[in-house]
């Protein structure tokens, strides 16, 4: 950054020169002479979006690009210096930089309130200024955008927008410089962690030996409801129970529910246990 500095600028005449060397016998030299005394405008934008997280020797390499691009398309004859005409591609080239190295989210419209001024429409819609010169290709795939910040009123971005405007970050990275703890490490688990399983294998055992235990306490008839209505993954309904020992269904219900306050009053000392019918 320093030795650029120290290389001259050219005056319009250089410039001149220089350019029509360049477009009239294909000269290299002179181009990159046009680029070399221009180096110091490219360092200056690129800080301006220092902010980004990105490496300043990236942006500046983009800007160069950006450089290169306006030399190669410069007319002196339109009466502009070339850094009026090729501020508008180095900054065109970070921005892009930016934006692809941001997210993984492919790019949209809306995107782009990141950098420029916003225009509101008729229809109500949002449309970004470009502010692109008339010499761009259509086909050119960088946007370039007004020097003006955009204005908080005109932006109407919803919150899934400026979720999208949030730049990505590797879950392999720690959660602050000096940590040996990553993102991924604070992630909860999908499953139950391994506590929670034993315990719950436990307390299955446990329900398990006392409906055991129950059961062996238990007449035939009552021991045909824990096990066919209560315990079972088809439980047969009441009707069926009571037509099964010739008793109404009310009477099937009742001693059910006899059935299901002996196996509260053993299960007790696990707390609150409901059995479900």
Known sequence: MLEVGRIPLLTREEERELTERLRNENDVQAARKLVAANLRFVVKVAFKY???????????QEGNVGLMHAVSKFDPERGYRLISYAVWWIKAYIQNYIIKNWSMVPISARRKHLFGRLKSLPSGEVEVDSGQDSDAPPSDSHFLVAAEPASAPSLGVSKTELSMAQRDFSLDSTVHDGSATTHLARLPAPQASQEDELASAQLRSQVAEIIAEVIEDLDDRSRFILEKRLVADEPMSLSDIGRHFNVSRERARQLEARIKKKLKKRLAHL??????S
């Open 50 to 60: 220092r902010n980004y997280n990105i490496r300043m020797t990236d942006l500046i």
């Open 271 to 276: 707390g609150k246990t409901e059995i479900y």
